[in-house]
């Protein structure tokens, strides 16, 4: 083959990595226990959300003992004594409901987009149940998604608190609200820098 031949410096279709880069691509298995590992913890996420169903359901039942164990797992206080289930502990015992299901759509995201993005394709074109988002996902998508989703967390945080105020000092109102601001901007900030990098590679292409 000729030393000028333009083809000679391209790979080869098909030819196997070199020992050496072949253990750096592979090394990305090592992440597979950590998203095992966020399984497990979607399970206990489930089991979570259940037994707080069942309190809910059961203190709607006239069960003191149901309705003790909302209030202390919301954190619920008052100078008078809580006999029936009343409705702001409804709206705190649900808000903490949708706080476990939005941590769990968090898990989810993470666990296949990053599944998909960082270790091994999943081949689930064509599937009924591919997700929609899972069809365009890259890291830049998965950042942001992540961070919408860390907002939403956040502002479901925020309105429990602010729902049970009276429990809470300004110091501690202040704070939460100035870290729900930050996450805000943050997200803002980096859909931004998403946006001018797709611009730029656009650009080029």
Known sequence: MSLTDPTSAQPRNGS??????????????????????????????????????????????????????LITGIGYKTSTPITTLNETVIMLVVLALIDVVMISNLLIMVIVGGYETFISRMDLEGHPDQPEWLSHVNASVLKVKLAMSIIGISSIHLLKTFINAENYTDKVLIAQTAIHITFLLSAMAIAYTDKIMTAIAEDRH
């Open 16 to 69: 196997p990595l070199r020992p050496l880069p072949k253990l750096i691509f592979a090394s990305r298995w090592l992440q597979l226990p950590l998203y095992l590992g966020l399984i497990i913890a979607q399970g206990m996420y489930v089991v979570h959300f259940l037994v707080e169903l069942m309190h809910l359901v059961q203190a709607a039942f006239g069960s003191d003992e149901a309705l003790q164990a």
